[in-house]
T-cell receptor, first 114, second 113 residues
């Protein structure tokens, strides 16, 4: 099955700086890559996603890039703010592989230092 | 819309006890999922359903059972609770298949002692 690796496990950045979280996946058939943000004690919430026919997608301060050849995708957060502090999860799934859910990375704890 | 709701929020079980975690969605989504999240880990799929009357196993189904008698409800049953089932359980739903956004419930925190 699919395996998703996520790095780093913890990332500390100064407020206003950029943060980058990277994920790799194992199954070349995967073609949907969402990112979820989870605040302490809360549910995961989708912040951005990308499909395999697109190389990059932006939504204000958040962007995701996808390299299908290398089988990796990254989350970029610019001008970080205190409210960006949370755990971020990447995930991957395969279209047509059954509706068998998402395979998640282990998460990155993003800490925004004031 | 309430979205995806789960009950209870928190429960302590003794080893060997059984319980049902409830999940309900009011978005008329066909697809529903159960995940578990262990401390410091990502979410792992337990069971999923593509519609009423249809369920299938995910990555970690052992020790759990599900049913899907209606579109709205997708309960998760633990028959003989074990300490290894201590976790946070999230239910999610989606309109379609793997490329559709999954909406998560607030989670149920389960402690088995």
């Amino acid at each position: 099955g699919e395996n998703v690796e996520q790095h780093p496990s913890t990332l500390s950045v100064q407020e206003g700086d950029s943060a980058v979280i990277k994920c790799t996946y194992s199954d070349s058939a995967s073609n949907y890559f969402p990112w979820y943000k989870q605040e302490l004690g809360k549910r995961p919430q989708l912040i951005i996603d990308i499909r395999s026919n697109v190389g990059e997608k932006k939504d204000q301060r958040i962007a995701v890039t996808l390299n299908k050849t290398a089988k990796h995708f990254s989350l970029h957060i610019t001008e970080t703010q205190p409210e960006d502090s949370a755990v971020y999860f990447c995930a991957a799934s395969i279209e047509g592989g059954g509706a068998d859910g998402l395979t998640f990375g282990k998460g990155t704890h993003l800490i925004i230092q004031p | 819309n309430a979205g995806v709701t789960q009950t209870p929020k928190f429960r302590i079980l003794k080893i060997g006890q059984s319980m049902t975690l409830q999940c309900t969605q009011d978005m008329n989504h066909n697809y529903m999922y159960w995940y578990r999240q262990d401390p410091g880990m990502g979410l792992k799929l337990i069971y999923y359903s593509v519609g009423a009357g249809i369920t299938d196993k995910g990555e970690v189904p052992n020790g759990y059972n599900v049913s899907r008698s209606t579109t709205e409800d997708f309960p998760l049953r633990l028959e003989l609770a074990a300490p290894s089932q201590t976790s946070v359980y999230f239910c999610a739903s989606a309109t379609g298949g793997n490329q559709e956004t999954q909406y998560f419930g607030p989670g149920t925190r389960l402690l088995v002692l």
